[in-house]
């Protein structure tokens, strides 16, 4: 793969790459009312979108805006689905064949074969390593604050440019990065913020491992995690990592961020981790026992059967099963409720 992007806008941009854009970005959602529309005169709009994107005479849509409260409050801007078919082109034909091989090994949200169990394993396996190599160790935990409302646009297109020399590709992907308001704030709902909020903080990810020279360093999104041999080379690391971010990317590092000793083990991606144990967070459990109850109450009282109670369970089962469940899963899941 060239390290640069060039002259591939075009190369590209075909019927066939957005009608295969629009059905995997309706893929799970074709009960949606906006694609059951779309898809009665799908070839008019992709010939329409075509044009667009050939003339350069398209147009990102605004936004509709709505709140979220898990896992925390969240502000999500959701896109028209014609400008959602442009940015699954986009990531599929661009951003991720050209970026992620670019990417730390260690960096794993949102990215095909890695994702957060396999983030949670891999640091389970260093902290094991780093037990029986030094016994005790310390362990540098960071979040950035308001991380997708923090990314400056300037940056990012700079950070961006660096690759794509391609004009009529940073025509697009400005387009799309300046389609809501402010300087700064990438919308959560957009599939490209995902893959720009990858790109931005991989500028941190090849500082900490190729200047800083940090061994056991793992991310999923602005979520990460340092193993260190002394509580001095933590603090060092702190230091730098914070100035980096300050000066080169216009971030803060928030109030979780801290410094302690391994035995205390870590929180991340939703999991308590130490060298031999993995566990589901107090936070986790108490979402899938209020679920688990709300779905059985559902069942005896024939609003819903139990096959589709299991379908609403999915994420739930695939989140706790790579943790030390046994208990939790025999109270909720096999045990008769008096």
Not at 8 to 24: G, I, N, P, V
Not at 112 to 132: F, P, V
Not at 193 to 210: P, T
Request: charged share 30%; net charge positive.
């Amino acid at each position: 793969m060239p390290k640069t992007i060039r002259n591939k806008y075009y190369k590209y941009l075909s019927y066939e790459k957005l009608m295969e854009a629009h059905k995997k970005a309706r893929k799970g959602k074709s009960y949606r009312k906006e694609i059951i529309m779309f898809n009665l005169k799908q070839e008019e709009y992709i010939m329409y979108l075509l044009d667009a994107l050939e003339n350069k005479t398209y147009k990102h849509g605004g936004y509709q805006v709505f709140y979220v409260t898990e896992p925390k409050l969240r502000k999500i801007e959701k896109s028209r689905y014609i400008d959602r078919i442009v940015h699954r082109w986009l990531v599929d034909n661009f951003l991720e064949p050209y970026f992620v091989p670019t990417f730390i090994e260690s960096s794993y949200a949102c990215i095909s074969g890695r994702g957060m169990h396999k983030a949670c394993l891999d640091a389970q396996n260093a902290m094991r390593h780093c037990k029986n190599k030094w016994g005790t160790y310390y362990i540098l935990k960071m979040d950035v604050t308001k991380y997708f409302e923090n990314i400056d646009k300037e940056i990012l297109i700079s950070i961006l440019e660096r690759k794509i020399l391609d004009k009529d590709l940073m025509w697009l992907i400005e387009e799309i990065i300046y389609s809501n308001e402010g300087r700064k704030n990438l919308p959560i709902g957009n599939y490209t913020s995902q893959m720009f909020a990858n790109i931005y903080l991989n500028e941190v990810d090849q500082y900490v491992k190729k200047e800083l020279g940090v061994k056991y360093y793992f991310r999923y999104m602005d979520d990460s995690v340092l193993l260190v041999s002394s509580k001095e080379e933590a603090k060092y690391c702190l230091a730098k990592i914070k100035e980096f971010l300050y000066l080169k990317l216009g971030l803060c590092l928030n109030k979780k961020t801290q410094i302690f000793k391994n035995r205390q083990g870590v929180n991340f991606c939703g999991y308590k981790i130490n060298e031999y144990r993995l566990k589901i967070r107090d936070k986790g459990k108490r979402k899938l026992k209020n679920k688990v109850k709300k779905l059985k109450y559902l069942v005896k009282n024939g609003s819903i059967n139990s096959l589709e109670a299991k379908k609403y369970l999915c994420g739930h089962i695939g989140y706790i099963k790579i943790a030390d469940t046994w208990n939790l899963e025999n109270k909720l899941f096999y045990r008769e409720e008096n």
